[in-house]
C-alpha cells in the first residue's frame, strides 16, 4: 500500500530531546480530522469516532485548546508551530503542527499534528527550576541585608570625609549589586519555566526609562562613555520593569565586550505602530556561529582575549523572552572587529 503523503512527512520529522512520536493526526483543508493513531484517544481523548468532525469541535484533556487555531494558521501560512502542552492528568507533550504538503504541486492539502511525551523531561525541568528558585530567595535574603548595612556604612565614612572607606564601600556596592543581578537572573529562568512570568502593562514614556537606565549605569562605572540619542517623546503600553531590564542587559553586555572608555550608544525610533530601540558598541563584534546562538540559554561568547567576563549567559535569553511576551522582536547585526548593535521592537499598543 503506498503510504499517503503527510504520513511520510511524519516520517521523516524527529522530535528533540528525550522523546519519541506517540501519536499523530491528520486535518484537511477545511479544518476536519480525517486520520488519527489508534491510541490517541488515551493520550489526549481524541478517538475514531471523532473523524469526520471539525477539530474545533473536539473534547480533548488538554488544558488549554491549541490545535485548532494552530492548524489553521499552519494551513495558512506553511509555517510550523512547536509547543508544549499539558493534560489535566499532568502529562506533558511536545505537539508539532506542520503542513501536509501534496508531492505533486507542492500545494498544502491540510495539516500534520504530532504529539510526542515529554512528561519525564518536563519535570526534570520543573524540578531544577523549583530548586533554582529556592536557592535564590535564600540567597537573595542574607544580600539584601549585607547591601543594607554597606550603604549606611558607605554613607557614614563620606560624613567623616574618609574618601578611602567611602570609595572601597562604593566598590563593594557595584559588586553586591552585580550579585544581585545574577540571582535576579536566575529567579527569572525559574518563573519562565514555571510559566509565571506575567506582564504588567502599563503606560510610559520610553526617553525617560532609556535616560534612567543610562544613569543608573554611568552611576555603576562613570568612566565609561554612553551615548543617548532620544527618540520623539513616545508613550508606551509595555511592562516597563522587564522594558528596563532588557534595555539594562543589553546596555550592560555592550560595556562588558568593549574596550575600556570605547563608546556605546542607545537611540530609539518611532513610527505609527512601533518603537525600535538599538544599542551598538564598537567592541570585538560577534561572529555569525555566535550570532545564530546568541539568545539561547546559558550561551556564551568564546573570550578570544582571555580576559575573564562574569555572568552566566542568561542576559540575552531573558530579554528575548521579555521582547517575545511583548509580541515584539530582537535580532543582532554585527561584524567581527567592528563592534556589534542590538534591536529590539515593540508595538507601540
Known amino acids: 500500500m503506498t503510504k499517503p503523503n503527510w504520513l511520510n512527512n511524519v516520517i521523516r520529522l524527529k522530535p528533540r530531546g528525550r522523546t519519541s512520536i506517540n501519536a499523530q493526526l491528520?486535518?484537511?483543508k477545511s479544518l476536519v480530522l480525517k486520520r488519527l493513531s489508534p491510541d490517541l484517544g488515551d493520550l489526549v481523548g481524541i478517538r475514531e469516532t471523532d473523524v469526520g468532525r471539525p477539530v474545533s469541535s473536539l473534547m480533548t484533556n488538554l488544558k488549554k485548546e491549541t490545535l485548532?487555531?494552530?492548524a489553521l494558521n499552519v494551513i495558512t501560512s506553511g509555517d510550523v508551530i512547536n509547543r508544549e502542552v499539558e493534560t489535566v492528568a499532568g502529562k506533558w507533550y511536545q505537539v508539532i503542527t506542520l503542513p501536509a504538503v501534496r508531492q505533486t504541486d507542492g500545494e498544502i492539502e491540510g495539516a500534520i499534528i504530532v504529539f510526542s511525551d515529554i512528561t519525564e523531561k518536563k519535570l526534570d525541568v520543573i524540578r531544577m527550576s523549583d530548586f533554582i528558585a529556592m536557592v535564590s530567595h535564600e540567597l537573595k535574603t542574607p544580600?539584601?541585608?549585607?547591601?543594607?548595612?554597606v550603604q549606611i556604612v558607605m554613607a557614614r565614612a563620606r560624613s567623616a570625609k574618609d574618601a578611602f572607606a567611602a570609595g572601597a564601600l562604593d566598590k563593594?556596592?557595584?559588586q553586591l549589586k552585580k550579585m544581585n543581578a545574577l540571582i535576579n537572573g536566575f529567579l527569572n529562568v525559574a518563573q519562565l519555566d514555571a510559566g509565571k512570568i506575567h506582564l504588567d502593562k502599563s503606560p510610559f514614556e520610553i526617553n525617560t526609562l532609556i535616560a534612567e537606565i543610562v544613569e543608573e549605569t554611568m552611576l555603576a562605572d562613570p568612566a565609561r562613555n554612553i551615548e543617548s540619542s532620544p527618540c520623539f517623546p513616545t508613550t508606551l503600553l509595555a511592562d516597563k520593569e522587564k522594558i528596563a531590564q532588557v534595555i539594562g542587559n543589553l546596555l550592560g553586555n555592550a560595556i562588558k565586550y568593549s574596550?575600556?572608555?570605547?563608546?556605546v550608544n542607545i537611540g530609539c525610533q518611532v513610527d505609527p505602530l512601533a518603537i525600535q530601540v538599538v544599542v551598538t558598541d564598537c567592541g570585538r563584534g560577534i561572529s555569525p556561529k555566535d550570532r545564530e546562538k546568541l539568545f539561547d540559554r546559558y550561551y556564551?561568547?568564546?573570550n578570544v582575549t582571555g580576559e575573564s567576563i562574569s555572568g552566566f549567559g542568561l542576559g540575552l535569553y531573558l530579554s528575548a523572552e521579555i521582547i517575545k511576551r511583548h509580541q515584539g522582536e530582537i535580532w543582532v547585526e554585527s561584524e567581527v572587529g567592528k563592534g556589534s548593535a542590538f534591536y529590539f521592537k515593540l508595538p507601540r499598543l
Request: proline fraction near 0%; charged fraction near 20%.
Open 259 to 263: 574596550a575600556h572608555g570605547s563608546r
Open 300 to 302: 556564551r561568547v568564546d
Open 26 to 28: 491528520y486535518i484537511d
Open 143 to 149: 544580600l539584601t541585608s549585607v547591601q543594607g548595612y
Open 68 to 70: 485548532a487555531g494552530d
Open 172 to 174: 563593594a556596592n557595584i
